[in-house]
């Protein structure tokens, strides 16, 4: 295949829908050890990361006393390395083996966070040390997740991609869910910083699922590569020069925007302005936590009832008509309703995103899966940094209130995007391109 364009896909093909029972009952993948050893080891990994955060947040405030401009930039640290090394390491995990990227980076991730209660139990630790481990954790998480989304297709069967993606979408909702809770009952028992060793912990756990992976990967030759710039560029013109993937981006930066802008402001808006206690708001987040589970486990028959196309835009154009009902919160409706609203919404952020990356994995070359997710993650998740700034910016200027507003006239237009796309026009997105 060759990336210099991008013609569309044959239009006779479509997207595979869910796989059928192939023996394995109602387990489904569980019954596949492969598969169950790649979603333990990135669910643990996805824990440790969840946990880790929260748990590096703490150091910074108890600890080290950190002003909220330090905080800032500690949480800005983490995803900064998507706009710095996102596209090069799409490039680089094309060249190497997935499994062993993954590898490496739990053991970089175990030692980065393995480094904070070392240098707090000798008195050395720094606020300097505690952004240099997000940045640099960030960097690892960077090729994890490009390398455990290309690898998935050569864990699976084609077919089998839709139950996957939802199984290990379900894996990130629960440490979601679990991970803040799990980091402050560690951080009560134990001591801020040692509670980060459950992170180096869990990323070990996660070394050695991965490691007793089975999968057969063809790198290409050293002798096929070509320079790095090439590489990359190839990556991009793919996914630009492609309506299907330029779309599916384009929406992922506003909804990433707006999501993280409307994130940056929701515990001011619920405590100051709703007036909730910390407990309340602890059981609105959980309420939001569990839709993101829901929309892992209904993905699949959204999919196989509406098609892949249908059944992305009603997951993705629910969102912003639900959001809107936020800010009503604690004024004309009850905060419950608020809280169910917005917990529905993150269930069909969840599912899109479960139908999207699937059609991602089937769609695009195997020899360019790490260039093409590392080139739509840098667009999606490079606006979550910007997000966060411009939601704290406008909701000191503003309010929360008007803020949650605001975003979600963003998240309006993302789907208005996404309906004006070639995505309405077909039952299901379409099959594997063929250039």
Same mark, same amino acid.
């Given at each position: 295949?060759?990336?210099?364009?991008?013609?569309?896909?044959?239009?006779?093909?479509?997207?595979?829908?869910?796989?059928?029972?192939?023996?394995?009952?109602?387990?489904?993948?569980?019954?596949?050890?492969?598969?169950?050893?790649?979603?333990?080891?990135?669910?643990?990994?996805? =824990?440790?990361?969840?946990?880790?955060?929260?748990? =590096?947040?703490?150091?910074?405030?108890?600890?080290?006393? $950190? /002003?909220?401009?330090?905080?800032?930039?500690?949480?800005?640290?983490?995803?900064?390395?998507?706009?710095?090394?996102?596209?090069?390491?799409?490039?680089?995990?094309? &060249?190497?083996?997935?499994?062993?990227?993954?590898?490496?980076?739990?053991?970089? =991730?175990?030692?980065?966070?393995?480094?904070?209660?070392?240098?707090?139990?000798?008195? +050395?630790?720094?606020?300097?040390?505690?952004?240099?481990?997000?940045?640099?954790? #960030?960097?690892?998480?960077?090729?994890?997740t490009t390398a455990y989304g290309a690898l998935l297709p050569s864990v699976v069967e084609a077919p089998d991609l839709?139950?996957?993606?939802?199984?290990?979408?379900?894996?990130? /909702?629960?440490?979601?869910?679990? #991970?803040?809770?799990?980091?402050?009952?560690?951080?009560?028992?134990?001591?801020?910083?040692?509670?980060?060793?459950?992170?180096?912990?869990?990323?070990?756990?996660?070394?050695?699922?991965?490691?007793?992976?089975?999968?057969?990967?063809?790198?290409?030759? *050293?002798?096929?590569?070509?320079?790095?710039?090439?590489?990359?560029?190839?990556?991009?013109?793919?996914?630009?020069?492609?309506?299907?993937?330029?779309?599916?981006?384009?929406?992922?930066?506003?909804?990433?925007?707006?999501?993280? #802008?409307?994130?940056?402001?929701?515990?001011?808006?619920?405590?100051?302005? +709703?007036?909730?206690?910390?407990?309340?708001?602890?059981?609105?987040?959980?309420?939001?936590?569990?839709?993101?589970?829901?929309?892992?486990?209904?993905?699949?028959?959204?999919?196989?009832?509406?098609?892949?196309?249908?059944?992305?835009?009603?997951?993705?154009?629910?969102?912003?008509?639900?959001?809107?009902?936020?800010?009503?919160?604690?004024?004309?409706?009850?905060?419950?309703?608020?809280?169910?609203?917005?917990?529905?919404?993150?269930?069909?952020?969840?599912?899109?995103?479960?139908?999207?990356?699937?059609? /991602?994995?089937?769609?695009?070359?195997?020899?360019?899966?790490? &260039?093409?997710? $590392?080139?739509?993650?840098?667009? #999606?998740?490079?606006?979550?940094?910007?997000?966060?700034?411009?939601?704290?910016?406008?909701?000191?200027?503003?309010?929360?209130?008007?803020?949650?507003?605001?975003?979600?006239?963003?998240?309006?237009?993302?789907?208005?995007?996404?309906?004006?796309? *070639?995505?309405?026009?077909?039952?299901?997105?379409?099959?594997?391109?063929?250039?």
């Amino acid at each position: 295949m060759t990336a210099t364009s991008a013609p569309a896909a044959a239009p006779e093909q479509t997207a595979p829908a869910p796989a059928p029972d192939r023996g394995r009952g109602r387990w489904g993948l569980w019954a596949e050890p492969r598969f169950r050893r790649l979603w333990l080891g990135e669910t643990t990994s996805g =824990l440790g990361t969840a946990v880790g955060h929260v748990s =590096l947040s703490l150091v910074a405030v108890v600890l080290l006393d $950190a /002003s909220p401009l330090m905080m800032g930039v500690i949480t800005a640290a983490a995803w900064l390395p998507w706009l710095l090394i996102g596209l090069p390491a799409g490039a680089w995990v094309d &060249r190497w083996r997935r499994r062993r990227v993954m590898l490496v980076c739990d053991v970089a =991730l175990a030692l980065l966070f393995g480094s904070v209660p070392v240098a707090a139990w000798f008195g +050395v630790l720094t606020v300097t040390q505690v952004v240099l481990v997000a940045l640099l954790s #960030g960097a690892a998480k960077v090729f994890f997740t490009t390398a455990y989304g290309a690898l998935l297709p050569s864990v699976v069967e084609a077919p089998d991609l839709m139950e996957a993606n939802g199984k290990l979408r379900g894996g990130e /909702s629960a440490v979601d869910v679990a #991970g803040p809770g799990v980091a402050g009952l560690v951080a009560q028992a134990f001591g801020a910083a040692t509670g980060l060793l459950l992170d180096s912990v869990s990323y070990l756990v996660s070394l050695f699922c991965l490691s007793r992976l089975e999968v057969r990967e063809e790198p290409p030759a *050293p002798a096929a590569r070509r320079a790095l710039g090439r590489e990359i560029a190839e990556g991009v013109r793919f996914v630009v020069g492609d309506r299907y993937l330029r779309t599916l981006a384009c929406f992922s930066m506003l909804a990433n925007l707006a999501l993280n #802008g409307i994130q940056a402001v929701q515990t001011v808006f619920l405590v100051r302005e +709703v007036g909730l206690s910390p407990g309340a708001v602890g059981a609105v987040f959980a309420v939001v936590s569990v839709g993101g589970l829901a929309g892992a486990a209904v993905a699949a028959r959204i999919a196989r009832r509406l098609g892949t196309a249908h059944g992305l835009l009603a997951c993705m154009l629910t969102v912003a008509p639900l959001i809107f009902l936020l800010p009503f919160s604690g004024r004309q409706l009850p905060v419950a309703v608020g809280a169910l609203a917005w917990g529905v919404a993150v269930c069909g952020v969840v599912a899109g995103n479960v139908i999207s990356g699937t059609f /991602s994995q089937t769609y695009c070359p195997p020899a360019l899966l790490g &260039r093409v997710r $590392a080139s739509t993650s840098t667009i #999606g998740y490079g606006a979550i940094p910007v997000g966060a700034l411009l939601g704290g910016f406008l909701g000191d200027a503003l309010g929360a209130r008007p803020t949650i507003w605001i975003m979600a006239g963003v998240l309006l237009a993302a789907g208005l995007l996404l309906l004006a796309s *070639p995505v309405r026009t077909a039952r299901d997105l379409p099959g594997p391109r063929r250039d």
